[in-house]
RNA sequence: GGCGCCGUCGCCAAGUGGUAAGGCAGAGGUCUGCAAAACCUCCACCCCCGGUUCAAAUCCGGGCGGCGCCU
């Protein structure tokens, strides 16, 4: 920052605190410790734990241990519904203006880095599903392959022909859906994409730790899972008729533990499997979140003090810089500044 | 000391004369309304030396290492 105050400084958006990280590293206690010292309220942004009835194989945090914290995008979805990003970006940014306006902290909690942009970059203010135009689409990939839409699509918008893989269905459904729909190309789109929060000041934070230290903790999560019964938790919801092709049923943990029920495999190869699936995901994230602009590292496990101790410095020197009429031009995320982003390290 | 079996990527493992499957682990990537999803890419001169052969991880000999049995 130059000593000059830029005009734009006037208007300052919400401060938004993302807490983000792998799986199992401790982001749910650290947005709790975070929200109980600034005056917060919490927004889930796992995609997942939305879907009331998935408690446990979402690890989401109970009632009695949120202390009074009002947590918000948990169990806002039923089993069946189809939740998706833009419906995210949607909810969270109220929940952020809301939240602001009752002059709390919004922070942000969760590892589904795709919300957290949708969010905070926006998603193109396109058309959203239309059920009977994919419904028609996959039929079609099923009987003629990937390679016939991935055609099809270079026909109509090659720009996004260019960037989609010819087997990666889903993709190529969504671009031709979107032309089919809108008479333009899905790239054409993305000029007029707007973050719902644009205005906002975003310091996220990601809890990072070693791959073995996941690992570690991730096995003791599982063998938590089942003791606290995960089983019976999907049984229950199994019985109140959420078919088994429900979509929160497709994702981690439950898609395997399903399966067991299924007889796919027995109850040790479904942990250990589990177990394998999640240390994969991690490594997902970490590739997302280490390309997502302008976040800040917090090394350690989220619920230590030292990992709360940092945290709480960066919300601080944010809030002082705030104060000071300091915040940085264009530190919302309409442009990314990958150069900007300030690695923290302590031991 | 003798006999037998074995030695292929960090791990498991296929291949038994024609130029190294696969899985796990590891790494990188894509991602604009299914994202805990979907998709893509990379990752071995086959223990060593010599021989046979147009051609050897594959056959032969010798080392070295491991396992088993015997005395």
């Given amino acids: 920052m130059n000593g000059e105050s830029p005009a734009r400084s006037a208007a300052p958006g919400p401060l938004v605190v993302a807490v983000l990280g792998a799986t199992a590293t401790g982001k749910t206690a650290l947005a709790l410790a975070l929200a109980e010292h600034f005056g917060g309220e919490i927004i889930n942004c796992d995609s997942t734990a939305v879907y009331r009835g998935f408690d446990i194989g979402t690890d989401k945090i109970g009632l009695a241990d949120r202390r009074g914290i009002p947590h918000h995008l948990l169990d806002v979805a039923d089993p069946t519904e189809d939740y998706t990003a833009a419906r995210f970006a949607r909810d969270a940014a109220a929940a952020v203006r809301a939240i602001d306006a009752r002059g709390h902290l919004p922070i942000l909690a969760g590892g589904t880095g795709f919300y957290f942009r949708a969010l905070t970059r926006g998603l193109f203010p396109g058309p959203g599903r239309h059920a009977e135009l994919r419904a028609r689409l996959e039929r079609v990939a099923d009987r003629r392959g990937g390679w016939f839409l991935h055609r099809m699509l270079r026909r109509v918008d090659a720009a996004s022909a260019a960037r989609i893989q010819p087997r990666d269905i889903k993709r190529l459904v ?128 989220g619920e230590s003090a030292a990992t709360r101790a940092d945290a709480i410095r960066l919300v601080e020197a944010r809030l002082s810089a705030r104060r000071a009429g300091g915040t940085p031009a264009g530190a919302g995320y309409d442009e990314p500044r990958a150069a900007d982003a300030v690695p923290i390290t302590n031991v």
């Fill in 174 to 301: 969504r671009a031709l859906e979107v032309f089919f729909v809108t008479g333009r190309p899905l790239t054409a789109h993305f000029a007029d994409t707007t973050s719902l929060i644009a205005d906002a000041d975003v310091l996220g934070l990601v809890v990072r730790l070693p791959a073995e230290a996941i690992a570690d903790r991730v096995a003791r999560r599982v063998d938590e899972q089942f003791a606290r019964g995960l089983l019976d938790e999907i049984r229950a919801l199994r019985g109140a008729g959420v078919p088994p092709d429900a979509r929160p049923f497709g994702g981690l943990v439950y898609r395997q533990a399903v399966e067991h029920l299924q007889g796919v495999r027995d109850e040790a190869a479904t942990r250990a499997l589990i177990a394998q699936e999640n240390r994969r995901y991690a490594r997902r994230q970490m590739l997302w979140f280490r390309k997502e602009p302008n976040l800040m590292w917090l090394e350690g496990p």
